[in-house]
T-cell receptor, first 115, second 112 residues
Framework: EDQVTQSPEALRLQEGESSSLNCSYT??????LFWYRQDPGKGPEFLFT???AGEEKEKERLKATLTKKESFLHITAPKPEDSATYLC??????FGAGNNRKLIWGLGTSLAVNP | NAGVTQTPKFQVLKTGQSMTLQCAQD?????MSWYRQDPGMGLRLIHY???????DQGEVPNGYNVSRSTTEDFPLRLLSAAPSQTSVYFC???????????FGPGTRLLVL
């Protein structure tokens, strides 16, 4: 069964303390893996798309990497404004409901960065 | 450029009432979709549209209707609200079906 698991569920860091969030997936044919950031009371905001194992993308203090089984979101020297829930979603090459390729969302990692 | 807008921000309904959640985008995106987000469930696709006049069902379409008369607007109708429809609803849009999606701020719905 196609599945996306994010860990940890919650993470509390001190400002400047680097860490990584994990998104492990099981899908019948990966088309793409997406990372989004969601602030409380707001909609998800796109961060990265990764398509193939070995691919890496960076944006400010964030770096996303992809292997055949998982993706990591590395946060270097985080600041309080990086506090948010980080969502991972995996798109299958196969179609699910209607004519859409299946997009499976994880439950997210809630990150809190203390000053 | 407002992006994706949703109204209302918050709504309380009684069981059996109907209502329409509004969604609009000003990016000329062809693809629009509605999701619900529930604790422990992740985002789930309700309905989507690949262009004006074309809609299709997602994973959890029961109890919801949609229409797409213009490129900009994609309203979601609850026909007869049930407590199980208590959720946060997000509208999203993208240039094409499988490109990056841009989400609205959400509508928090409570059905009593």
């Amino acid at each position: 069964e196609d599945q996306v698991t994010q860990s940890p569920e919650a993470l509390r860091l001190q400002e400047g303390e680097s860490s990584s969030l994990n998104c492990s997936y099981t899908v019948s044919g990966l088309r793409g893996l997406f990372w989004y950031r969601q602030d409380p009371g707001k909609g998800p905001e796109f961060l990265f798309t990764l398509y193939s194992a070995g691919e890496e993308k960076e944006k400010e203090r964030l770096k996303a990497t992809l292997t055949k089984k998982e993706s990591f979101l590395h946060i270097t020297a985080p600041k309080p404004e990086d506090s948010a829930t980080y969502l991972c979603a995996v798109q299958s090459v196969f179609f699910g409901a209607g004519n859409n390729r299946k997009l499976i969302w994880g439950l997210g990692t809630s990150l809190a960065v203390n000053p | 450029n407002a992006g994706v807008t949703q109204t209302p921000k918050f709504q309380v309904l009684k069981t059996g009432q109907s209502m329409t959640l509004q969604c609009a985008q000003d990016m000329n995106h062809e693809y629009m979709s509605w999701y619900r987000q529930d604790p422990g469930m992740g985002l789930r696709l309700i309905h989507y549209s690949v262009g004006a006049g074309i809609t299709d069902q997602g994973e959890v379409p029961n109890g919801y209707n949609v229409s797409r008369s213009t490129t900009e607007d994609f309203p979601l109708r609850l026909l007869s609200a049930a407590p199980s429809q208590t959720s946060v609803y997000f509208c999203a849009s993208s240039r094409e079906r499988e490109e990056t999606q841009y989400f609205g701020p959400g509508t928090r719905l409570l059905v009593l």
